[in-house]
């Protein structure tokens, strides 16, 4: 064994330094591994992968023709993209949609008061923002101006005329007075001391009950501030009535959606408790509302709402041809909004009711803190998917008659100034393109919710 080990001493070798980490083989880790494993895991998905790759270049090129190389993107009337007017080609008229972007996005709203749409919209994009906005401050401050100023904000611009003035001196007294009751109630604890003297110890007992109920100063200063403006510029510029007649494009469309987003979610939290309620009156009414709103198309509740329902009330209180729909819209939301919600409710652990109540949490404590935000958490995908299904039907709402975005392209398709071959396909390319950003925009943002909220539950 020693000689055998000395004879082979001159060609051992054992290696002192660590290779160098050499990069994964193309067949295991890289763009053709995953092209591989996913367009051509086996003889079907190679199929349909060529099959798509096929379909995109038979269309992408024509379409980035038509919309793109070829488009027309300035005129002033139908000769601009004529092919037999301007020698060339003609593909999209865009310049059809500049020209009518004001009527896609007011309706026949009149030119002179467009400055009232333009500041709700203002309002509008800064409330979302602020609610949306994970880093904004006073979030409280957020809910109370998008839930409470900013529907009569706009209700007074929108509409104007002696009863949306009525209403605007209405509040800002409302507002006023509760400003100088807060004044006055902020010297009660002096006043008190004064005339108590060693009674302070009561005061300080009663403090926090006139601390919470009066605590929002905020509040008051911005709905001061906001009706004071609005009532700054009634009394300079004036509002006069503007008919809902007049109202369309995008004005409706958004108000017609944010009206259903904001009511149906509140709506269907309360239709999808009264559901699963022990009592049975409850339960029963909240199960028809429900099944019988479900059971029908949107078309159905958007004609009761607009035919049927002034037939049950006298002509003076007949609601406005306006807000027939917008009912109808939230009330049907609503109801696939409880189906969703109940579906959370459903999912939460038994072990969350018991634990809420061995805490000595009433019924509305326990939904309020324990249940209802972990079981809205869990179906957030659902009700945004609910709030994009509510944001396209908002289309349907030309069969009654109501003006929205869509129904003012279609009316321009008939203009001869623009009417052109290739101006009805560039109409609805502009409509596809605008509800396409909207439900993407909402898409991506519940996903970032749903990542921010699932945070503390990754392993």
């Avoid at 310049?95 to 709203?109: C, E, H, L, N, V």
């Avoid at 605007?168 to 009751?181: D, G, K, M, N, P």
Wanted: hydrophobic share 55%; with cysteine; aromatic share 12%.
């Amino acid at each position: 064994m020693t000689d055998a080990t000395s004879e082979n001493a001159p060609y051992a070798f054992v290696r002192t330094e660590t290779l160098q980490q050499e990069s994964a083989p193309l067949s295991v880790a890289g763009p053709l591994a995953w092209i591989r494993g996913n367009l051509f895991s086996s003889p079907l998905n190679a199929i349909l992968t060529l099959l798509c790759v096929w379909l995109v270049i038979d269309t992408v090129p024509g379409m980035v023709r038509f919309y793109i190389l070829d488009a027309v993107w300035s005129g002033t009337n139908r000769d601009a993209c004529l092919a037999d007017k301007v020698g060339r080609p003609v593909g999209a008229c865009w310049a059809y949609i500049a020209d009518r972007t004001q009527y896609f996005i007011y309706g026949s709203y009149p030119v002179a008061e467009r400055w009232r749409v333009n500041i709700v919209f203002v309002m509008f994009a800064l409330g979302v923002v602020w609610l949306l906005w994970n880093k904004m401050p006073l979030k409280k401050v957020g809910l109370f101006f998008f839930f409470v100023i900013l529907p009569a904000s706009a209700f007074i611009l929108l509409l104007g005329g002696p009863r949306a003035e009525s209403f605007l001196r209405f509040l800002i007294i409302v507002t006023f007075a509760l400003a100088v009751l807060h004044l006055v109630l902020s010297f009660v604890p002096g006043l008190m001391k004064y005339w108590v003297g060693e009674g302070q110890l009561a005061v300080e007992e009663a403090m926090p009950a006139w601390k919470r109920f009066y605590r929002p100063k905020r509040l008051i200063l911005l709905s001061l501030v906001v009706f004071g403006l609005i009532a700054v510029l009634a009394d300079s510029i004036g509002l006069p009535r503007v008919d809902t007649g007049l109202w369309g494009g995008m004005t409706v469309t958004f108000l017609i959606a944010a009206v259903g987003i904001v009511f149906s979610l509140p709506l269907g939290v309360i239709l999808a408790l009264g559901r699963r309620s022990k009592l049975p009156i409850i339960q029963l009414l909240s199960v028809i509302f429900i099944e019988f709103v479900r059971g029908v198309p949107l078309i159905t509740v958007l004609f009761m709402a607009n035919t049927m329902l002034p037939l049950f009330v006298p002509q003076e209180y007949s609601p406005d041809r306006l807000l027939r729909p917008l009912i109808g819209v939230a009330l049907f939301a609503a109801a696939y909004m409880a189906e969703v919600i109940r579906g959370g409710l459903q999912a939460m652990p038994k072990g969350q009711y018991e634990g809420a109540m061995s805490l000595g949490l009433g019924y509305w404590q326990m939904m309020r803190l324990i249940i209802l935000p972990q079981a809205l958490r869990i179906v957030i995908p659902g009700i945004v998917n609910t709030f994009i299904g509510l944001f396209k039907d908002t289309t349907l709402v030309t069969i009654v008659g109501i003006f929205d975005f869509l129904r003012t392209i279609e009316a321009t398709l008939v203009d001869p100034t623009w009417a052109t071959p290739t101006t009805r396909a560039t109409g609805y390319a502009f409509a596809a393109i605008f509800y396409f950003l909207c439900c993407w925009g909402m898409s991506r943002y519940s996903i970032s919710v749903e990542k921010r909220l699932a945070a503390g539950q990754r392993r």
